[in-house]
């Protein structure tokens, strides 16, 4: 069976996930090179490994480290008895987590993720879900054989880890679902480092490098009821239209036969203009507010016209583009009656809740 076709108990788990992602990332990333001789330079390869002890005892899958016979951390075929502490090493502990809701997103977003099918197929889903920002705090120590070779994995780390890094990690179970999470860490700008001082017949001190890690990352909630195959598509599109008296919004051309009282088979079409309104009852025409410029045609515009309030010295440019159009004035100071002959052009200026009239051409106004 291939290895991505196998379940354990700890897929589940995207707290492990994400330690292992860690742990995988510093043991790519960190190693510092020793001088052997005059002519040879080698690369040491740092193992990091997770303690579940709390303390500098850690745990390993197996416990097998280098040998005599096997270098660069890698066990050999004749391996001896026992558990040997390889120096240079790193180790991780998981010290708190907490939430951070300060990161929290909608929860009715759309995510994709796979899922194995009774055949044995991964295949595609997509669900609503709601990331939960988390932060994992973990203590990294590392412990090595000298001064000289602290210093060296010191600076490793800041030309290497120095400030941020992401990996990304595969997270979920086969038979609910598998998706790819993003974490990132970053160092501190301190680092503790610890030199022996006391020796003793039973126990030998250690160099120690000393530090704090934060990890950002997420833990997805999905709402499998709202589950669908990303193989699910549209063939069709069915509608229906509902004839209604109430308000023709705007932008549309709205046709709307004459009742039975009146002529048979006569359809009125009326064009009205973006952000414009017309009420078939008062047969007003309302011009958005935000227009500056308001162009008027008495083919259209064959009511009273009204001028909605505006903002604190907004100003707006009235013009007939046919005919003569007649003005709603009771929202204007001091006029009775505006109307607008062809090529006519009212400028108007709103303050105090009124519209004021600054200048006219070919325009009446009564006062």
Not at 76 to 103: H, Q
Not at 114 to 125: L, Q
Not at 141 to 161: G, N
Request: net charge negative; glycine share 6%.
């Amino acid at each position: 069976m291939a290895s991505y076709n196998q379940r354990f108990n700890s897929d589940d788990s995207v707290i492990r996930h994400i330690i292992i992602g860690l742990l995988a990332d510093l043991n790519n990333k960190i190693y510092f090179y020793r001088q052997i001789d005059a002519d040879n330079r080698k690369a040491i390869d740092i193992p990091f490994y997770y303690s579940i002890t709390g303390d500098d005892q850690f745990l390993r899958d197996n416990f097998l480290f280098s040998t005599a016979s096997g270098t660069d951390c890698h066990p050999s075929a004749a391996f001896a008895d026992g558990n040997y502490d390889v120096v240079p090493r790193g180790v991780v502990n998981l010290t708190g987590m907490s939430i951070d809701a300060d990161k929290l997103v909608n929860k009715r977003n759309v995510g994709s993720y796979t899922k194995m099918n009774s055949d044995g197929a991964m295949e595609g889903y997509t669900a609503e879900f709601e990331m939960i920002p988390i932060t994992l705090s973990v203590d990294l120590e590392i412990l090595v054989s000298s001064t000289l070779d602290a210093f060296k994995i010191t600076e490793r780390l800041i030309k290497t880890l120095y400030k941020s890094n992401n990996f990304n990690v595969e997270v979920g179970h086969l038979n609910e679902a598998t998706y790819r999470l993003n974490s990132y860490y970053a160092i501190p700008e301190d680092f503790e480092i610890q030199t022996p001082i006391d020796f003793t017949f039973e126990d030998k001190d250690k160099y120690k490098i000393s530090f704090p890690v934060e990890i950002s990352s997420f833990i997805p909630s999905f709402d499998f009821e709202s589950e669908r195959h990303v193989g699910n598509r549209m063939f069709e599109i069915l509608s229906s239209t509902i004839p209604t008296t109430d308000d023709i919004t705007s932008g549309a051309i709205e046709t709307s036969k004459i009742t039975e009282d009146a002529i048979e088979g006569i359809t009125i079409n009326r064009i009205l203009r973006p952000g414009s309104s017309f009420n078939q009852v008062s047969n007003l025409h309302t011009p958005s507010s935000l227009d500056s410029t308001v162009p008027l045609d008495s083919t259209i515009n064959t009511g009273l016209v009204v001028i909605q309030s505006g903002s604190y010295n907004q100003e707006k440019t009235l013009l007939s583009t046919n005919g003569t159009v007649t003005i709603d004035a009771s929202n204007f100071a001091g006029a009775t009656g505006i109307s607008i002959a062809y090529g006519g052009v009212v400028n108007i200026k709103f303050y105090s809740g009124q519209w004021y009239i600054v200048s006219s051409s070919n325009t009446t106004i009564n006062y």
